[in-house]
């Protein structure tokens, strides 16, 4: 069982940088892929949107299209902490962010893959 808390979301301006956290609990972190979700305003659950993801060591990343050379996901397994580094933010990056933790091989980029989630931070971008 792990357990995944959020932290770090808040306001702030077109152009701007965000840093989020997700904090894990339990011995076997390091075990677990992270990946990164966005639940954006109005949208179901099954539609929330691939953001970013880490392989176990953390030598392999992924990212959407959409946050790939803005964002970055660096993991600290001695600290049970992967991190959200978000910068040159817009108001598309508006949205609820969810970290997500999978045993299972295969694709970073379905939800469905996952196992266990946080509870969301949000994160708003004025323009």
């Known amino acids: 069982q792990v357990q995944l808390v959020e932290s770090g979301g808040g306001l702030v301006q077109a152009g701007g940088s965000l840093r989020l956290s997700c904090a894990a609990s339990?011995?076997?972190?390091?075990?677990?892929?992270m990946g990164w979700f966005r639940q954006a305003p109005g949208k179901e659950r099954g539609e929330r949107e691939f953001a970013a993801a880490i392989s176990t060591g953390g030598s392999s990343t992924y990212y959407a299209d959409s946050v790939k050379g803005r964002f970055t996901t660096p993991r600290d397994n001695a600290k049970n902490t992967v991190y959200l580094q978000m910068n040159s933010l817009t108001p598309e990056d508006t949205a609820v962010y969810y970290c997500?933790?999978?045993?299972?091989?295969?694709?970073?980029?379905?939800?469905?893959?996952?196992?266990?989630w946080g509870q969301g931070t949000q994160v708003t971008v004025s323009s």
């Open positions: 997500a933790a999978k045993r299972k091989s295969g694709s970073y980029y379905y939800i469905q893959r996952y196992d266990y």
């Open positions: 339990g011995r076997t972190f390091s075990s677990y892929d």
